[in-house]
């Protein structure tokens, strides 16, 4: 059986940060901090009404948190 493997960035330099994507489809980064309220501000900010923020851990464990506004 293939693995299969989706990566939400390629971009290195995020690690131990909040990320804010435009959509999982469109991946590039438009923000990215310590905290995911600012991430949301700036990411809004910059035109993104419903941007995708996860949190990119120090490790190769990879976390997604999804939560609606």
Do not use: N, Q
Not at 40 to 67: N, Q
């Amino acid at each position: 059986m293939a693995k299969l493997e989706k990566v939400l960035i390629v971009e290195e330099g995020y690690e131990g940060k909040y990320v804010a994507l435009r959509s999982a489809v469109d991946r590039r980064v438009i923000a990215s901090g310590d905290k995911p309220e600012a991430v949301m501000e700036k990411a809004r900010r910059g035109g993104c009404s419903d941007p995708v923020i996860f949190y990119v851990p120090e490790h190769t464990i990879s976390l997604v948190y999804w939560h609606a506004y």
